[in-house]
């Protein structure tokens, strides 16, 4: 099973952008379909973006879309998130999470990075 480790959550002002990085061990990235998930407080988790195993077909919530981009480097063995122009309501546990199918659960969960976006 990959082991995924998040990285680059902080505090952010609003408007401002932050990168998340999403290392995988274990397994070479490129057997996995990769997704972006997160949970505030109080609140259940939820989507935020997918990539498919190539990087050609990306995925997000209506509320992330036009903001945040998801990319992908199989050499790396990394998924990024870059999110721009971000909200007070952005502000979450950031999770990346990885699947062997297109469809069906996420098997691999990351830790979580938080990410705090104050007004």
């Known amino acids: 099973q990959v082991q995924l480790v998040e990285s680059g959550g902080g505090l952010v002002q609003a408007g401002g952008s932050v990168r998340l990085s999403c290392a995988a061990s274990?397994?070479?990235?490129?057997?996995?379909?990769m997704g972006w998930f997160r949970q505030a407080p109080g609140k259940e988790r939820e989507f935020v973006a997918a990539?498919?195993?190539?990087?050609?077909?990306?995925y997000y919530a209506d509320s992330v879309k036009g903001r945040f981009t998801i990319s992908r480097d199989n050499v790396k063995n990394t998924v990024y998130l870059q999110m721009n122009s971000l909200k007070p309501e952005d502000t979450a546990v950031y999770y990346c999470?990885?699947?062997?199918?297109?469809?069906?659960?996420?098997?691999?969960w990351g830790q979580g990075t938080q990410v705090t976006v104050s007004s």
């Open positions: 999470a990885a699947r062997r199918g297109a469809s069906g659960d996420f098997a691999s």
């Open positions: 274990g397994r070479t990235l490129s057997s996995y379909f």
């Open positions: 990539i498919n195993w190539s990087g050609g077909h990306t």
